[in-house]
């Protein structure tokens, strides 16, 4: 779905008019579905228009909360009364008519019965399976599964994007954003706090220049405005797999498909989709817990879909050397 | 190329792989598979574990009974969050007639034009007392519960749950268009009214 004609075209880079930008603006809200040429030629506009730059930074700021927004899953009752139904029915073989099971306290509620009139009750056919039950046979995901990494998998080509809130010592939340090719491991992270800190850091593990963009200062040896990303190294993964400092904890679910999880020494779990491509990276996985996505948004593109100068580290014109502000 | 075809996986609930195997006795498979993404956005957009609890059921159990006679099993996923979707609509378009849901307690009175002019400011700082990301949390729901029930839908299927406009065009039974466009409107009167609702305007304190 390179174009979509419902959709009207991406203006030229040079038509910055407020018809341009209407319609620039149609695009940036939909930034992650749309394909490497779309993605670039959106891109092309934004390099020279500040106004819908700023409209996609508002508009990834709504994605991102929204985002945040945790997952859930039905309480195990309801597991129960579902798993029940269709269970009766498939033991019985007649037409699903079966009545769930609600708490009573739930049951006295008119929306509910609203629903519940068009199910024929068939309570006690529930009932005798429910305290029966030998439902399914529901073996946790990759339960017993022997987990390798493909030996021909590599990330090369790829660059991540992610962001994350923290929060300062003082409890102000900044957020952080990366890019980081994972064949040359570049990285450019940004990170801003309100109107206070703006700074870029480009680099690599040798280099790195940090930029303040609020205040047009340079510096070298920034190092300390990246972000340990080494989680998403396949060496580093491979190595901790062999060693088992990295260890595999089966498959599961996360934001709606299948993921493979692996444990990091530090208690990070690193997600890898099907492909074995990362996913996202969860904190706090414990017996309690299903853990929490340390990134709001992560996403995978090729690197041609980055332009270059994510990765340029020269000094830009009007910068002058010196020192960075404190980081948060 | 490989990895556009992944982000895609990624991001769509691929209706194929389930209706590859699906066969009427795998609604229990159905379920495990689409029980968790489901119930989030249940609750993402209603707030309530309960009600969520109720939706899902009630979704999945109209599946049921529907089951044989469903010939498209080509898109369950749509057609589950199309459920999903109607239930919560309803359900929220009730509670702004009942009017009891606490929308108002926080209600910041601001200016007409003040109000979506620094969307950088909306934080809420420690000095409000308690866990800043339980506040952040409510504010988000109250900022959802704000929007008109369509915008809120469009707005939690793309963003949250991470569904491509067009997946979204086939739960809504818009066009692909007319989906762009209300995710598009949605993001930006969601930026509006969470700067509006921000609490007790302590975002942008100098401001007045």
């Known amino acids: 779905m390179n174009h979509d004609p419902e959709l009207p075209p991406i203006p030229a880079a040079g038509d910055a008019g407020s018809q341009g930008c209407a319609v620039v603006g149609l695009y940036l809200a939909l930034l992650d579905d749309l394909s490497p040429e779309q993605v670039q030629a959106v891109f092309r506009h934004l390099a020279v228009c500040a106004h819908c730059t700023q409209e996609l930074q508002r508009l990834r700021r709504t994605t991102r909360l929204v985002a945040s927004l945790p997952a859930s899953e039905p309480s195990p009752q309801v597991d129960q009364a579902i798993l029940a139904a269709l269970a009766a029915h498939r033991e019985e073989q007649v037409p699903p008519r079966t009545r769930p099971f609600l708490s009573p306290g739930r049951r006295k509620r008119q929306a509910r019965l609203r629903f519940l009139g068009q199910l024929a009750a068939a309570a006690v056919l529930v009932l005798a399976v429910l305290t029966g039950i030998h439902l399914l046979s529901l073996a946790p995901p990759g339960a017993g599964s022997v987990f390798a990494l493909p030996a021909h998998l590599s990330w090369s080509g790829s660059v991540v994007y992610h962001s994350e809130t923290r929060l300062a010592a003082d409890g102000t939340p900044y957020q952080i954003e990366t890019y980081h090719d994972l064949g040359t491991g570049r990285m450019h992270v940004e990170t801003v706090m309100d109107d206070r800190v703006d700074v870029v850091a480009v680099g690599d593990e040798q280099v790195m220049l940090g930029k303040d963009m609020r205040h047009h200062v340079a510096q070298w040896g920034a190092a300390a405005w990246s972000v340990d990303d080494s989680a998403l190294d396949l060496a580093h993964l491979r190595q901790g797999l062999q060693t088992k400092s990295a260890v595999y904890l089966g498959s599961g679910r996360f934001e709606g498909q299948e993921v493979y999880r692996i444990r990091y020494r530090n208690g990070l779990v690193l997600l890898l989709d099907m492909q074995y491509n990362p996913v996202n990276l969860l904190r706090g996985v414990d017996g309690s817990g299903p853990g929490e996505p340390i990134y709001a948004v992560f996403k995978l593109m090729p690197v041609s879909q980055v332009p270059a100068s994510m990765w340029d580290m020269r000094i830009p014109v009007g910068f002058h050397l010196g020192t960075l502000p404190q980081k948060p | ?208």
């Not at chain 2, 099993?73 to 009730?94: E, K, P, Q």
């Open chain 2, 1 to 208: 190329m490989t990895m556009q075809e992944t982000t895609e996986t990624h991001r769509l609930e691929t209706p194929a792989s389930v209706s590859a195997d699906a066969h009427p006795l795998d609604l229990a498979t159905l379920y495990e598979r689409f029980k968790r993404p489901l119930h989030s956005y249940i609750y993402r957009l209603l707030g309530s574990q309960e009600d969520a609890d109720d939706l899902t059921q009630e979704v999945f159990l109209r599946a049921h009974v529907v089951w044989h006679d469903l010939h498209d099993h080509d898109h369950l996923s749509s057609w589950l969050y199309r459920l999903a979707t109607n239930g919560c609509i309803d359900l929220l378009r009730r509670r702004k007639r009942l009017a009891w849901w606490p929308l108002t307690r926080r209600h910041r009175s601001s200016g007409p034009g003040g109000a979506d002019s620094d969307e950088d400011a909306a934080y809420l700082p420690l000095e409000s007392g308690g866990i800043p990301e339980i506040f952040e949390r409510e504010h988000i729901r109250l900022t959802l519960a704000s929007m008109p029930p369509e915008y809120a839908s469009a707005l939690v299927l793309s963003a949250a749950q991470g569904l491509p406009y067009q997946a979204i065009a086939v739960i809504l039974d818009i066009s692909p268009g007319a989906a762009a466009t209300r995710i598009s409107r949605a993001k930006r009167l969601f930026a509006e009214q969470y700067q509006r609702l921000d609490p007790a305007g302590l975002g942008k304190p100098e401001e007045e």
